[in-house]
């Protein structure tokens, strides 16, 4: 008996974003051709097995995140970024909207280096832009470990029947 495994995962890639509450962000993402999945959690904190009470308290470092893979021939890095930054405001510190704190800050998560130089360069277009009237405080880092958050989190406004949390 033959056995055919498709490694269709192997072409995929990862992107880890920041953006404010991760229930619209995530909404957001998934209406994107070219998105093969996406999952909510918490990233770049200081401490192992974050839960939403304990990121909320803004003591764990962590911020809150969507991981979205997609496939690179449907979908660029750089298409995602340019979702990324008209779907918050990438000049307010550790602020989208209500929310306040560190855990709803501005960031992407880059898994490679051709990630990072995409972001810098990407953020680095936006702020020169004419009409880019205050600085983007938008964080880029290297992605750290991923904490899915808790499962009544994941598609939390489809589970809702929402179309954006504000």
Partial sequence: MDIFILNWDLTMEIATFAAGCFWGIEAQFRQISGIIASRVGYSNGHTDNPNYKSVCTGETGHAEVIEVTFDPAIVTFEQLLDVFWTMHNPTTLNR????????????????????????????????????????????ITPADTFWPAEEYHQCYLEKKGLRSCH
């Fill in 96 to 139: 989208q909207g209500p929310d306040i704190g560190s855990q709803y800050r501005s960031a992407i998560f880059y898994h490679n280096k051709q990630q990072r130089i995409t972001a810098e360069h990407s953020k680095q277009t936006l702020n020169n832009a004419e009409s880019q009237t205050k600085s983007i405080v938008t964080e």
